[in-house]
């Protein structure tokens, strides 16, 4: 195994990594600590999924590869990312709406992760059709527990809202492929975004915690 010798690529792997660890916390604070409802085991799930594809950005980004196995991996990673995105909006459902109304939305959505997917594997001009599609989860996230945080006397859902926040400003930034930036380390877009989205990540699972 050969490391790649671009600096920039090498940071934006160790930031998958870092991104990786943050979600695992987030599976283990939500499945092994209780006390844990039906709301936080879909976010278990999105969570668990968001770590598998991150460790496999990290392999992407930060190791010498074929061009065969370098698509197989971003097929493989983008696929745990529509799943993780569907699970969000499950999650967001048993919060919003109760865990029958997730129960019964999650085959629609689990479904709805997979045609995404592969619209934008086989159609590759229509990623932005998976943009898209995680832009509308979050934005209903935001929503659901931006409106808790003004509802509800519990921290959980503003410190929630505030992640997703994180996650669609790193999206935002992500988008803007000539971003550099520079702290101790040179981030590229891909960098950035993965530290923006380690620090929404946390506040999530915090917040989902103590709802």
């Given at each position: 195994?050969?490391?790649?010798?671009?600096?920039?690529?090498?940071?934006?792997?160790?930031t998958?990594?870092?991104?990786?660890?943050?979600?695992?916390?987030?599976?283990?604070?939500?499945?092994?600590?209780?006390?844990?409802?039906?709301?936080?085991?879909?976010?278990?799930?999105?969570?668990?999924?968001?770590?598998?594809?991150?460790?496999?950005?990290?392999?992407?980004?930060?190791?010498?590869?074929?061009?065969?196995?370098?698509?197989?991996?971003?097929?493989?990673?983008?696929?745990?990312?529509?799943?993780?995105?569907?699970?969000?909006a499950?999650?967001?459902?048993?919060?919003?709406?109760?865990?029958?109304?997730?129960?019964?939305?999650?085959?629609?959505?689990?479904?709805?992760?997979?045609?995404?997917?592969?619209?934008?594997?086989?159609?590759?001009?229509?990623?932005?059709?998976?943009?898209?599609?995680q832009?509308?989860?979050?934005?209903?996230?935001?929503?659901?527990?931006?409106?808790?945080a003004?509802?509800?006397?519990?921290?959980?859902?503003?410190?929630?809202?505030?992640?997703?926040?994180?996650?669609?400003?790193?999206?935002?930034?992500?988008?803007?492929?000539?971003?550099?930036?520079?702290?101790?380390?040179?981030?590229?877009?891909?960098?950035?975004?993965?530290?923006?989205?380690?620090?929404?990540?946390?506040?999530?699972?915090?917040?989902?915690?103590?709802?």
């Open positions: 195994m050969r490391i790649v010798p671009d600096p920039i690529e090498r940071t934006t792997a160790a998958d990594l870092v991104l990786a660890l943050a979600a695992l916390a987030g599976v283990a604070r939500l499945s092994l600590q209780p006390p844990h409802g039906p709301a936080e085991t879909g976010w278990a799930w999105a969570f668990g999924l968001l770590a598998l594809a991150a460790a496999l950005g990290a392999g992407y980004h930060g190791v010498v590869l074929t061009d065969a196995r370098r698509a197989l991996l971003w097929q493989t990673l983008t696929f745990c990312l529509a799943l993780a995105i569907a699970m969000v499950a999650g967001t459902t048993r919060a919003a709406r109760g865990a029958a109304a997730a129960d019964q939305a999650l085959p629609f959505l689990l479904a709805t992760g997979v045609a995404v997917y592969a619209v934008s594997r086989r159609f590759p001009g229509l990623f932005l059709v998976f943009i898209l599609f832009a509308s989860v979050l934005l209903y996230a935001l929503a659901v527990y931006a409106t808790a003004l509802t509800v006397a519990a921290a959980g859902p503003g410190c929630v809202a505030a992640g997703m926040v994180l996650s669609l400003t790193g999206a935002v930034v992500q988008a803007r492929r000539r971003f550099r930036m520079k702290l101790v380390w040179e981030f590229d877009h891909n960098g950035a975004f993965h530290l923006l989205q380690t620090a929404g990540v946390i506040l999530m699972w915090l917040g989902l915690g103590v709802q």
